[in-house]
């Protein structure tokens, strides 16, 4: 197994410049889909070497229900682990066990009390059956997802918007549904909750979500200076939604970051259909970097894994 065994859990290091840098010569669709896959894959990794770690490392404790073989000598010689590097590792499962828990639990109570909060409600009339329109001045909209799923709006943000721009933000709620978005935002804070050097692209995936819809909603209204004027307006008297992590229409404050870079984009040219940045440009080379930096983490992984077994396949009775 050797020091390799460890690489997966510093190689998400590799994905922070394309976090960084993954607006640039890419679609918002591809960002978001490569993004979620790249860390994953990377969280999966890190998962399996903190899991080998720790089995090797603690064969040797008493009490421990591996069979009495894993201890052997042989073992050890091939796999120089130590009980404390072990323990650590079997401490730390346990912390990412508990976070991607509350994790979980946290999005799915919040789904269900956002979903009772829209009982009794009657459904849109016509094209509109999925919008839930609530009696609140706070003004918020977001995406609620399920079968089916709505898109939830309060009439104080309603009452923020010029008929257009109500369009606008509708197609934008919509399209967060139709792609299912939400699986992006789940995956990526689970994969955050497993190694935190994923943090940088749950980041990154959420705003190139927004940015998906964003382009959904340009494309339904037919005019993009529209859902820009919209995101602006909404952000200016925005509030925190009852459902939080959600994908919501516009952040509370416009401060310089997510929102204005969404209207810049807005005002600007369609973006490109590429999935892949070109290759001579610092986001292809981002891109490569946590292309290899996956790639190596996973061979990694399985490099460990293979060699566990391969040394508990010889020294195990049959």
């Known amino acids: ?16 410049p394309i976090a960084r ?14 993004m979620t896959v790249i860390s994953a894959v990377l969280a999966v990794c890190s998962v399996l070497c903190l899991g080998l770690i720790g089995v090797v490392g603690t064969a040797q404790i008493p009490g421990n229900p591996l069979p009495d073989s894993w201890s052997d000598p042989e073992v050890r010689a091939a796999l120089p682990y130590h009980e404390t590097v072990g323990t650590a590792a079997m401490w730390l499962l346990v912390l990412v066990g508990a976070a991607c828990l509350r994790t979980t639990v946290r999005h799915l109570r919040v789904r269900a009390r956002a979903r009772r909060a829209l009982d009794g409600l009657p459904a849109g009339p016509g094209p509109d ?26 009439t104080g943000m309603l009452e923020g918007l010029a008929e257009d721009e109500r369009e606008a933000l509708f197609a934008h709620e919509r399209a967060h549904l139709v ?5 992006y935002l789940l995956a990526t804070r689970l994969a955050a909750d497993v190694n935190p050097f994923l943090r940088p692209l749950q980041e990154a995936v959420a705003f190139s979500a927004e940015r998906w819809a964003d382009e959904d909603s340009a494309q339904a209204v037919g005019d993009r200076r529209i859902t820009a004027r919209a995101v602006a307006r909404a952000a200016l008297v925005a ?3 009852p459902a939080p992590g959600f994908a919501a229409f516009a952040a509370p404050v ?8 969404r209207v810049a984009a807005l005002l600007g040219p369609v973006p490109s259909d590429r999935n892949w940045p070109p290759a001579k440009t610092p986001a292809g080379l981002a891109a490569m970097v946590a292309a ?6 996973a061979l ?19």
């Open 254 to 261: 416009p401060a310089p970051g997510p929102v204005p870079r």
């Open 129 to 154: 059956a999925d919008l839930a329109v609530l009696p609140d001045a706070s003004p918020y909209a977001y995406a609620l997802p399920g079968s089916p799923g709505r898109v939830v709006v309060s």
């Open 300 to 318: 990694c992984a399985l490099n460990a894994a293979v060699a566990l077994l391969v040394v508990l396949k010889a020294v195990t009775p049959l």
């Open 179 to 183: 792609h299912r978005h939400h699986r």
């Open 1 to 16: 197994m050797g020091f390799f065994v460890f690489l997966p859990l510093i190689l998400p290091l590799t994905a922070v």
């Open 292 to 297: 290899v930096g996956t790639a190596a983490s």
């Open 21 to 34: 840098l993954t607006g640039q010569h890419l679609h918002p669709r591809g960002a978001a889909r490569l």
């Open 239 to 241: 509030r925190p939604g």
